[in-house]
Every structure is written in structure tokens, then in C-alpha cells.
């Protein structure tokens, strides 16, 4: 009915936190790279860039969720936007399907994102193939 | 049905985007984030739709499975106007500014 919404909601909140960590960031003078170093090491990925993969996955859900929506009739382009808002009953449906559904989309999209922060992490962990190669040349030249 | 034809587009666009990867001319990023976004949203869905219906979830009339194959083809063809429409905006390649600077000149 309008499960949709929670996730629009976390979008917002995670775009505006994107923002603001980004801000943070470039004040702190962290660049953003995700190759070599001049010694070869590998610079991390900003948190706020890591923040802008759940606001992407955020948007993008929700965006063709509000088209199903559309396309099944329960939402509208004039007020109350939302046919469920018409009756009580159906309100009460639709705050019903929210807390349900909805929350565990934003859950499941979140535990996701998780799982990608943690794979990123230890991909970061390990050197690139190219800084490898970088510094196995360096050692043979020695 | 919806589910998996968004499941389907976003795996083609992240193999796509994993070929064409680092360079990422196309912005196929875009698009795989959407799709997954969507198909996550619509397997958590289907899991209360399943805890709803049981076995009757997986045997659809074949009008449903219709209607949902043309709904999940409809959004897969939302999401890539969404891209084109972005990837024009942005323009990494720099072709959208260079032939609107040939028509000036």
C-alpha cells in the first residue's frame, strides 16, 4: 500500500547524513582514492562515499516500488497521493503494511549495505593487483 | 514474477558493469543499484506474501504471471530511461556538450 515510504524515509536520512559526512571529511582533508599510494599503500574509501551505496540502493528501491504502486492503483497523483488514506480502515492497513513490509525493506537493505561494508573492508585490507605488481617490479629492479 | 525479472536485470547490468569496470563510461552503476535496491525491497515482499498465501505463493494464475511479467518489465524499462536520462545529464564522455558546441559553431 505504501511500504515504500519507509525506505523513502531512510533515503532522506541517509542523503542528508551523506552530506553532512562528506562535509566533515573534506574539511579533514581526506582524499578520496581508492588507488596506490606513493608508497604503494592503499587509501581507504571515505565513509561518506560507503553512506552514498545505501542512499543509492535507498532511492533506486523506492523509486520503482512508487511505480508498482502506481501501477496497482494505490497511489494517485492528486491528495490524499494515497488511496488507502480514503478510509480508516485502509489507513490503518497501510500503517499495518508499513511498520511490516516497509521496515523490513529498510532492515534488509541496511544488513546489504552491511554486508558490502564489510566485504569492502577486507578487500581494502588486501593490496591491489596492481600495487602488487607495482612493488614486485620494485623488488626485482633491487 | 516482478522479482525475478528485476533479480535478472540487475544481475546482466552488474556483469555488464563488472566488464566494463573501472572505467565506467555507460554509469551502468546507476542502473545496478536500482535494480538491486528494487529487488531486495520485492524479495522482502514476497517473504510476507509467502508467510500470507504458503504454497498458493508459488502457483500463480497464469493473468497474474502475466501482469507481473509486464509489470517487471515496465520497471526494468522505467529504471533504464532513469539511466539515460542521468547518464545525458552527467555526461561523462563529454559527446552531449561537444555536439551541442558543433551546432553553435
Aim: charged fraction near 15%; aromatic fraction near 10%.
Amino acid at each position: 500500500m505504501a511500504c515504500f515510504l519507509v525506505p523513502t524515509a531512510e533515503a532522506i536520512a541517509v542523503t542528508i547524513a551523506t552530506k553532512s559526512v562528506g562535509g566533515k571529511e573534506r574539511k579533514a582533508a581526506l582524499a578520496h582514492t581508492d588507488v596506490c599510494g606513493d608508497n604503494g599503500e592503499i587509501k581507504k574509501t571515505p565513509f561518506s562515499h560507503k553512506l552514498k551505496w545505501l542512499g543509492n540502493l535507498l532511492w533506486g528501491g523506492s523509486a520503482l516500488l512508487a511505480f508498482e504502486h502506481l501501477w496497482h492503483g494505490e497511489v494517485v497523483p492528486w491528495f490524499p497521493f494515497m488511496t488507502a488514506a480514503n478510509s480508516p480502515a485502509d489507513t490503518a492497513a497501510m500503517l499495518h503494511e508499513m511498520s511490516t513490509v516497509g521496515v523490513g525493506m529498510a532492515l534488509l537493505v541496511t544488513a546489504v549495505w552491511g554486508c558490502m561494508l564489510l566485504a569492502s573492508n577486507i578487500i581494502e585490507k588486501r593490496p591491489s593487483v596492481s600495487c602488487a605488481r607495482t612493488q614486485e617490479s620494485g623488488e626485482q629492479a633491487i | 514474477m516482478t522479482l525475478l525479472t528485476t533479480v535478472f536485470a540487475a544481475v546482466i547490468c552488474t556483469a555488464l558493469w563488472y566488464k566494463g569496470a573501472p572505467k565506467n563510461e555507460y554509469r551502468l552503476d546507476i542502473l545496478c543499484w536500482m535494480y538491486w535496491g528494487a529487488s531486495i525491497m520485492w524479495f522482502v515482499d514476497a517473504i510476507f506474501e509467502y508467510a500470507e498465501l504458503q504454497a498458493k505463493y508459488f502457483t500463480p494464475s497464469p493473468a497474474e504471471m502475466l501482469n507481473d511479467l509486464f509489470l517487471g518489465l515496465s520497471v526494468v524499462a522505467l529504471g533504464m530511461v532513469i539511466w539515460i536520462i542521468i547518464l545525458l545529464c552527467k555526461d561523462p564522455k563529454g559527446v552531449v556538450k561537444a555536439s551541442l558546441l558543433q551546432k553553435k559553431q
